[in-house]
């Protein structure tokens, strides 16, 4: 994996949030502080991360506002009586509270358009214990008082939909010929934890999906527990920018790496097939 060697070139040195600096901030999107909440998922998605498997991790929210203000998250394993629980605690995301919610249908997710979803080439299947009953919830959350700009930025938008991550890509970014800024891989939980591909392997079908898209990420990153990032890279994104290690009070760890496209071979092992697959919901 190469480093760049003149990692944060270009980076505002305006922004005061502690975002990730070695890549650029983006200006918060008009809607926002405007309280313009009729739902638009092409706004949604745009300049957005894009967190398959995310169960109700805050690490992206925490690291890259500022660098993105809308999060995507996406994962089958969590009821929407559990993600309501845990979103309402007070300081689910430390300093902020929610300001406005919505329950979004598939519809407004796909415009009851016919999606093309990549061909299914992972011998498994989800295991339907692990699989909760399908919804999506839009959250805008708010700064609160006694709160700064040295904590993070005023408003942050959070789309959460329980379904499968592979089929949501396709919804969501494929069919609108729009990418998401950051991909984020932490942890997925293929094996013994409910998933049913692995995200990191280039070959199976997540990767797939992506690649059928001709607007890329610009940004991957890759996590696991530990004090180092254990699994695999896409040859792709490669180009290391970023590495850090949360250690959590209870003893855990979480590491995550932040990636680039990579500076050689990037267009050579694109898949353009398109093959019927899954559903949304």
């Known amino acids: 994996m190469k480093q760049p060697p003149d990692i944060g070139r270009g980076v505002p040195s305006i922004r005061r949030f502690p975002m990730i600096h070695e890549i650029p901030g983006i200006d918060m999107p008009d809607w926002l502080p405007a309280g313009n909440y009729g739902f638009d998922i092409k706004k949604i998605i745009k300049d957005s991360l894009y967190y398959p498997s995310c169960g109700t991790d805050g690490v992206p929210v925490k690291y890259f506002m500022g660098n993105v203000y809308s999060f995507v998250y996406v994962d089958y394993g969590f009821s929407e009586n559990e993600l309501d629980e845990r979103i309402h605690v007070p300081d689910a995301f430390k300093g902020y509270e929610i300001i406005h919610k919505d329950k979004i249908s598939q519809k407004q ?26 919804f999506c919830n839009w959250f ?8 700064n700009d040295d904590h993070n930025p005023e408003y942050f938008s959070l789309l959460y939909l329980c379904s499968e991550a592979v089929a949501a890509y396709c919804v969501l970014y494929n069919q609108y010929n729009v990418s998401p800024k950051i991909l984020c891989m932490i942890q997925d ?8 591909t692995s995200y990191t392997e280039r070959r199976l079908d997540l990767a797939q999906a992506v690649f059928l898209n001709r607007e890329l990420p610009d940004y991957l990153i890759y996590g696991s527990y530990g004090f180092d990032y254990v699994g695999g890279t896409w040859p792709e994104y490669e180009e290391f920018i970023y590495e850090h290690t949360d250690d959590f009070k209870n003893g ?12 050689h071979g990037f267009w050579e092992s694109r898949n353009r097939a398109w093959k019927p697959y899954g559903e949304l919901y």
């Open 252 to 263: 855990d760890a979480k590491t995550f790496l932040l990636c680039g496209k990579s500076r």
């Open 140 to 147: 805008v959350f708010k700064r609160k008082p006694g709160f």
């Open 109 to 134: 997710l796909d415009g009851g358009n016919k999606i093309n979803y990549p061909p299914k080439i992972s011998r498994r299947n989800p295991p339907s214990d692990w699989i909760e009953e399908p």
């Open 189 to 196: 939980g293929h094996g013994f934890g409910g998933n049913w």
